[in-house]
């Protein structure tokens, strides 16, 4: 059972534009749901996080925009810049110290 | 700050051989975790820690894979005998309970290992 799936599978955007990555949970229990960010040879890096108490959380070029009653957030990356270029995990967590239930990646590529 | 440090980065065996991976976490943090990473996928659960204690390892082949965390620090996850499905990235993370980042993870670079 994937408790998280997220989508695409990949992505190609063009330098300058919008990056968008979508994910879907089902287990309600959930409220932590953090994004990370996963560079080739290098363990994933915290991007962002949001809690179920706020609809939207931004941090510079990254947004997280979530929405409990469909169980479902998503990643927005503006102004995409090829340092982008990464694969993307969303995740969720029952908050204290629990484990994290990955997606299954979104190998974003951002071209010139 | 130093962050979360694993070794060896990459390890090739011949399958029925053991390997022994080892992680060191940040500097007080009381919970650690082994996550498997197959390729193209997101990381799995394997074993998490509370200090020295494990307090989920539901996900844990125990026929082959042991994992330890003496003294509370330092752990070690180890697999015999190896089989060719084994091969993947293992990655290590660690947290705090510290109330202005209590749930981030701090992952480890990871080893990666080859089974043929």
Redesign the interface.
């Known amino acids: 059972q994937q408790q998280v799936k997220q989508s695409p599978q990949s992505l190609i955007v063009q330098k300058g534009g919008i990056s968008i990555i979508n994910c879907a949970y089902e287990n309600t229990a959930f409220d932590y749901f953090p994004w990370y960010q996963q560079f080739p040879g290098k363990g994933p890096a915290l991007l962002i996080a949001i809690r179920p108490d706020v609809s939207e959380k931004k941090e510079g070029r990254f947004t997280i925009s979530f929405n409990k009653s469909a169980k479902q957030f998503s990643l927005h990356i503006m102004d995409s810049q090829p340092g982008d270029s990464a694969t993307y995990f969303c995740a969720a967590s029952i908050a204290g110290n629990t484990p994290l239930v990955f997606g299954k990646g979104t190998r974003l590529s951002v071209i010139a | 700050e130093a962050g979360?440090v694993q070794s060896p980065r990459y390890k090739i065996i011949e399958k029925k051989q053991p390997v022994a991976f080892w992680c060191n976490p940040i500097s007080g943090h009381?919970?650690l975790?082994w996550y498997l990473q197959n390729l193209?996928?997101?990381?799995?659960?394997l074993i998490?820690y509370?200090n020295e204690e494990a307090v989920?390892d539901s996900q844990l082949p125990k026929d082959r894979f042991s994992a330890e965390r003496l003294k509370g620090v330092d752990s070690t996850l180890k697999i015999q005998p190896a089989e060719l499905g084994d091969s993947a990235v293992y990655?290590c993370?660690s947290?705090s309970?510290d109330p202005s980042d209590?749930?981030?993870?701090?992952?480890?670079?990871?080893t990666r290992l080859t089974v043929l």
């Open positions: 979360v009381n919970t975790y193209g996928q997101g990381p799995e659960l998490r509370e989920d990655l993370a947290s309970r209590p749930d981030t993870q701090y992952f480890g670079p990871g």
